[in-house]
């Protein structure tokens, strides 16, 4: 009977941890998914894409200086509209996901942008707008997934993907970003 016992409670034991999901997993983000265009609402935050251009070249003026990047791939500016809802948050954690799956967070090349996101607080209640700036290979922007949350790699915190629509259009030599964003 005692063997017995103990041959039930490993098998047991056995099934529970091949069936139990990875820690990872448990803790992972809160995932709330749409498209381009429309507002995509989470318990925490909402986001609404609004323009994706895409450029050799980006210029804004810094501290009453022109300043103008160039990069070996292509800028791409994603315009957007937050908003929060429970409490003061910041959205620090803005990654796309291109063509081949691989993620590209933020430029901190452009990290003294006007209008940039990454460096507001979201109030309750008001909408803030601004723009995420990312540099990556021009092949990656076929098909783009943005990813914005409070924080990369968020554990039991709202994440939003949005799909972004596909990049037909050709890549300007230059864009050029103002106060208002793109």
Not at 99 to 121: C, N, W
Not at 133 to 144: L, Q, R, Y
């Amino acid at each position: 009977m005692t063997i017995a016992g103990v041959i039930v409670a490993a098998l047991t034991l056995s099934f529970l941890q091949t069936t139990t999901p990875p820690y990872a997993m448990i803790t992972g983000p809160l995932k709330t998914s749409g498209q381009q265009g429309e507002a995509v609402t989470s318990t925490t935050f909402s986001v609404q894409v609004g323009d994706v251009a895409r450029a050799r070249t980006i210029g804004y003026n810094r501290f009453g200086e022109a300043v103008a990047l160039e990069s070996s791939g292509v800028w791409v500016v994603v315009s957007a509209e937050l908003r929060g809802f429970k409490e003061t948050m910041p959205v620090h954690g803005a990654t796309i996901v291109g063509a081949s799956g691989r993620r590209y967070r933020q430029s901190d090349r452009a990290s003294g942008a006007p209008d940039v996101l990454s460096t507001k607080v979201l109030q309750p209640g008001l909408p803030t707008t601004g723009i995420f700036i990312f540099e990556m290979p021009e092949d990656e922007t076929g098909t783009m997934t943005l990813v914005v949350s409070e924080q990369y790699e968020p554990q039991l915190q709202d994440e939003i993907s949005l799909t972004l629509e596909p990049q037909d259009e050709a890549v300007r030599e230059r864009l050029d970003i103002g106060p208002d964003g793109i």
